[in-house]
């Protein structure tokens, strides 16, 4: 750790009051080091971080700590502190604090040495020693492991260091959890054992995966040590994990798995006693889980069997959610693989036309009619292959609702729910319907009890054959014709559609487009127009509906691009950095490139945003632009009707969201005593520790 720390960024009497106070003054050394760049960035980034959970920990050690674009090395500062300072432990302040700064690109190497410093933190003859130091370099020597905690101590010894201070450190997490495990009683789950020691395997990790992930390893394994169980930590940090090995884990008799970022592949640990906690009790209590995991291996306690853990929506998010939200997550799933669909079988269509002309939906089978010399067989070839790519549409937007809902036993009844949508003229409103319909059919069914007999011919007999009768029964007789009418007249709406209503809706889709920058509702635009051309032959509206929801698409990043560079002085220097490649994500129909603007001021961002994308889906429509592929960007410009006046429509809601946002952070006031950001006085003060950020 040579390079990670030395003497001048070492604090051994720090004096600030808060963990911001704190923060800001180690973060200071490592800007006079030239490991940070940004300040003020770097210290959002460490709040962002510290606004996740709490940085404190038992034992009175405070570990601040992120990864940001602003540093250009892996880098620790230590501070220690009289008087202590709140980092959110419960036993109170911490008097030594550490500030991690790892790169965003930081390797295996310097994170697997920052991860040997967390471990050190749970060894209580090493806090004592850093407690004992007089001076910065000691202190450095000590954190590099240049030296020992004894070497270290003997030091401060000799130097009379220490004197009239009280030394006793406050016990660890480590300590008080080994403690607690040497008097816990001995269970009867432990005597069944008496051959060999319990046996646990455990799996840490945080969201950053530099510091709690190791501590709550190191503390586990000191705590499994002192109540004689056997503890195997898997730890799923920044650098990567090593997965245990599987004869491990069937050998053990408990998990414990302490997180706060999901367990990667945890269905390895299913049908054993568990005890699922957050990555912090893992650090502060360690003997209270082994004893839990063991209580519950004494009673029997198991989780469920692997692939019965719940549907994939609920293993990707909180089994506490609403029914909204997963409703939400539930279209959501079908839609994201639904649009690799209408991307392929888009693109290939609009390429068709382009090569084969507006006629090549006319064109006779290319099984019974291709001349490898005619550009107009190639096109139809095209045209034919996107043609079948977008009769999957559909049925993989059901398949894949149903499957958000009932994981894989959803899939046959949700596919043929989509497939009998498209064959009676319901469209996407049938396969939504369909979907829905089909993963709840399914989840009715698994919630009956099944003899013991047939649940091995459930999921490929069974469930199938009833759900698929069940979803086919309502789609083709109840529910399946309203929806067909509704679909229909939904679709003569949109062909009746002329001047000011045509306008207004261009307007809406620009909105919606803009609104959450490839999130839900933007996705919700992206469908509606998508299931308009997803037909051998589209309307006119249609096509109209999906340029003025792909030109409206790309107008955030071109704004943001344009803003950082008309006006780069409102902007950070990451935001200009970022303005650089948003031009070429903008220009390729990324909305996500301004994703980094939204999340540092959505304030101003996103309605400057909206009301660009207004002006251009309105524009778009009133010009009569057209398009046929279900993507937008400079490529595809040739596939677009009126071409000129689709480009003009997307240049005017640039300059718009482009002037509101420039307006908008122009009347932003700097904090009192503070220079505006992007200032030559700014940017002194950033180098020399003193910018403050500036109140959204």
Known sequence: MSEMITADLVDLDLSAESKEAAARALAERMVAKGRVTDLAGFLADVAAREAQMPTGLDGGIGIPHCRSEHVTEPTLAFGRSAAGIDFGAADGPADLIFLIAAPAGADDAHLTILSSLARQLMNTEFTDALRAVSDAETAAALVRGDLTPAEAADRATASGAGAGKDTAAAPTAASAGAAAGSTAPETPAAEATQSRPFRIVAVTSCPTGIAHTYMAAESLENAGREAGVEVTVETQGSAGFTRLDPAVIAAADGVVLAHDVPVREKDRFAGKP??????????????????????????????????????????????????????????????SYMVPFVAAGGLLIALGFAIGGWTVNKAPSVMDHFVWTQSDSWGALLFQIGGMAFNFLIPVLAGYIAYGMADRPGLVPGFVGGAISLSINAGFLGGLAAGLIAGGVVLAIQRVNIPAAMRGIMPVVVIPLISSAVVGFLMFVVIGKPIAAAQKGMTDWLNGLTGTNAVLLGALLGVMMCFDLGGPVNKVAYTFATAGIAVAAPSDSAMKIMAAVMAAGMVPPLAMALATTVRGRLFTPAERENGKAAWVLGASFITEGAIPFAAADP???????????????????????????????????????????????????????????????????????????GSAEGAAAGEKGSEQPVAA
């Open 603 to 677: 304030l101003r961002v996103i309605p400057s945003a909206m009301a660009g994308g207004a002006v251009t889906g309105a524009l778009s429509m009133m010009f009569g632009a057209t398009l046929r592929a279900p993507h937008g960007g400079i490529f595809v410009v040739p596939l677009i009707g009126n071409p000129f006046l689709y480009l003009v429509a997307i240049a005017a809601g640039v300059c718009v969201s482009t002037a509101l946002v420039v307006v908008l952070k122009g009347m932003r006031k700097p904090a009192q005593g503070t220079p505006a950001a």
């Open 274 to 335: 568990t005890v699922d906690v957050g990555v912090k009790a893992g650090i502060n209590r360690p003997a209270e889980l082994i004893s839990e995991v063991r209580a519950k291996a004494e009673r029997g306690e198991r989780t469920a069997p692997a692939g019965a853990a719940g549907t994939p929506v609920e293993r990707a998010g909180d089994s506490t959610e609403g029914y909204g939200t997963k409703l939400r997550k539930w279209l959501m799933s079908g839609v």
